[in-house]
């Protein structure tokens, strides 16, 4: 019977195979690597895009925060022109009432109104100076507008004035079987189109009402109107913030006022 060969790996071809395998290493390594730049690339954009975000945001401000559609004031203002101007609280709505078209500086070319600064910011003085007449426990203030509660609640913590957000109890200062009933001196309403009960309330009770009134708000029995934004969060929450600091300086109160961000939220 025949002897079969032996099949003999030659020298040459061990060198051969050990190349193959660093050669698969190596490939195995560079698809790693290309999966780890293509990570990194991901993360790169991610980050390219959020700052992009944050530049248009910026850019956006700047544009919101365009001086040459204000009326620049003759004298100094409460806060700085810029801070009223960023909150929005010169921008009224595309309709304007008999009643705030004096407040009303001129129109933009989208057609909405904008308030002359000066005038909101006279308004707020004189507002100051009337709530200080009154002591915190006189006071009502109403916001059924969600844009304001966040705003009313810092502002009963820093001032210790009564505030309604969301619903307003019917008969609160009217009914005295009521066991909540009190009786306020002073109505001070963020929205008279929302907030129409406390106003009734006010008329029944003959106290004073001051409302926030925006260009297309309608309202003959306010002892003081303040031409606003009473729309936004920003504008609103600048307003009490404005106010919690005067009405705490008239009269005294050492309570710490929070931060403005604390009124206007995010």
Same mark, same amino acid.
């Given at each position: ?7 003999? &790996? ?17 490939k &195995?390594k560079?698809?790693k690597e ?5 990570s990194?690339?991901?993360e790169?954009?991610k980050?390219i ?7 248009e945001?910026k850019?956006?401000?700047?544009e919101?925060?365009n ?8 004298e ?7 801070e ?10 595309k309709?304007?009432?008999a009643q705030?078209?004096?407040?009303v ?11 002359n ?6 308004k ?6 009337m709530?200080?007449n009154y002591?915190p426990?006189?006071?009502? &203030?109403?916001?059924k ?6 705003a009313?609640k810092?502002?009963s ?11 307003y109890?019917a ?15 002073l109505?001070f &309403? ?45 504008s ?7 106010l ?10 050492e309570?710490q006022?929070?931060p403005?961000s ?5």
């Amino acid at each position: 019977m025949p002897r079969k060969k032996k099949t003999t &790996v030659s020298s040459d071809s061990a060198p051969e195979s050990q190349d193959k395998t660093v050669q698969v290493q190596k490939k &195995v390594k560079e698809v790693k690597e290309e999966k780890l730049d293509a990570s990194k690339i991901e993360e790169l954009k991610k980050k390219i895009s959020e700052k992009a975000k944050e530049l248009e945001f910026k850019i956006k401000i700047k544009e919101d925060i365009n001086l040459d559609d204000v009326e620049k004031p003759k004298e100094e203002l409460l806060v700085p022109l810029e801070e009223y101007v960023k909150s929005g609280i010169h921008l009224g709505t595309k309709v304007i009432t008999a009643q705030m078209r004096p407040c009303v500086f001129k129109r933009r070319a989208d057609g909405l109104a904008v308030f002359n600064t000066s005038i909101i910011d006279k308004k707020l003085r004189l507002l100051a100076v009337m709530l200080s007449n009154y002591s915190p426990e006189s006071i009502i &203030v109403t916001g059924k507008r969600e844009a304001s509660w966040k705003a009313l609640k810092a502002f009963s913590k820093a001032t210790g004035i009564r505030v309604f957000t969301k619903k307003y109890p019917a008969g609160i200062i009217t009914n005295p079987n009521l066991e909540e009933f009190f009786e306020p001196k002073l109505t001070f &309403v963020v929205d008279p189109w929302l907030d129409k009960n406390p106003i009734s309330d006010a008329l029944i009770v003959n106290i004073p009402i001051i409302a926030l009134c925006d260009t297309n708000n309608l309202l003959s029995n306010a002892d003081l109107i303040v031409p606003c934004n009473n729309k936004s969060n920003k504008s609103i929450g600048l307003i009490f913030w404005i106010l919690a600091k005067q009405y705490n300086k008239m009269r005294k109160i050492e309570n710490q006022i929070p931060p403005l961000s604390e009124f206007t939220g995010e």
